[in-house]
């Protein structure tokens, strides 16, 4: 396991924060946090995290403080991580649910009149979050949130919101507390963000986390807009906000310090974006960006950009395949093999199968795993030998897997190492 990743499971310890003396956040409960104001005659919740068991403990947490009814449900955005236990804190009333007008279902699991690859999303999700992988040995954390969190309901208590708050925000005053509703795209389209002017308290969801931004969830999903998530960062450093709540990992207290991370933030996304377009200005291809652009040393040392969530190079290529679609100006890529064909060409140009296994597991001795993977998927195209090439694959995936910083990089090459183990018996 990556040193960094061991200091996850203290730094995710369940606690409720009081962030103002009537806003407190549960943290560590989940994979994302959940705020509560306490008003007059009852409480305002924002999200509401992505199980039932977890909202049913976090309400459980809520209740040692007041014992106020749940009047208003505000999401911040409509991640199911975010929304999956509206249920559990509406029970027993009919609190109003307000969302952006932008809103739309995140599950996995509603009719779309645009269906999405629905298995393939599913399956995806899986490794990239490290479902199922045991703790704290396989999963210790998953970059932005604890490894070590009930499961059980997850996706189950969804509620559609009852009013949609439109583009130009709106002030409204819940349970006698005055708060600013502002739209703030950022992760999603549909981004809403919570100030509470009095206590200089902004709830910002996921446009702000302890970690290099998720631009591209390899789990899938559509492009995620750099520069609106950029430039959301201005917008949240003008309500100059003395805590800044965000949807995962802790809170951020006093005003010159949230600005500075806030400024980090930015300047990360738009070095990205400028790096990489004026790369593909120069002509160099989706790949070459991908091992050339970094951040800057004096960025990418800040504890609040390492990659535990999001990746530098995974971010280069969503920005170019959402610019300019998925061929990158090479003639050579228009019309490229099929990997069967490729891998069979490959192998027999390298003298045969037992070259290429003498190779493979020569980098793998030498620890260079991401060749020993690109050797190993040719033996499993060209059908050579496939059993001993999938398990070759199986121990090259498991041994890269405790170099990765980068939690779902993790989690996807151990949940993937299992599955072909699996399949394998």
Known sequence: MHPELQSHPDYF??????????????????????????????????DTSETTTAAENILSAFRKITDLPVKTIVFTHSHRDHVSGASVFAEGGNPD??????????????????PQPVKAMQARTKRQFGIGLSYPDEIIGIGVGPGDRPLKGMGAGSLPPTRRIGDDGENVTLCGVDLQLVMAPGETPDHMVVWYPKKKVLISGD?????????YAIRGTAYRDFDAWADTMDLLMSFEPEVLAPGHTKAVSGANQIKEVLTDYRDAIRHVVDETRDGMDAGLTIDELAHKVKLPKELAEKPHLREYYGRVDHAVRAYFVGTMGWFDG????????????????????????????????????????????QLADRLIYADEDGDRATRLKTEILLKFAEEQINCPTRHYYIQCAKELAAADV
Do not use: C
């Open 13 to 46: 310890q369940k606690e409720v924060v009081e962030l103002a003396d009537n806003v407190y956040m549960a943290f560590g409960y989940a994979a994302s946090n959940v705020y509560m104001i306490v008003g007059d005659e009852g409480v305002v919740i924002v």
């Open 97 to 114: 649910i307000l969302a952006s007008a932008k809103y739309s279902d995140d599950s996995l699991f509603v009719a779309s009149a645009h």
């Open 207 to 215: 446009n702000f986390y302890r970690s290099f931004p998720n631009l």
């Open 330 to 373: 090479n003639p050579t890529s228009l019309s490229m093999l099929a990997p069967d064909d490729e891998a069979r060409r490959f192998i027999a140009l390298t003298g045969g199968a037992a070259a290429v296994y003498a190779a493979a597991e020569k980098a793998v001795a030498n620890g260079e795993y991401q060749w020993a993977l």
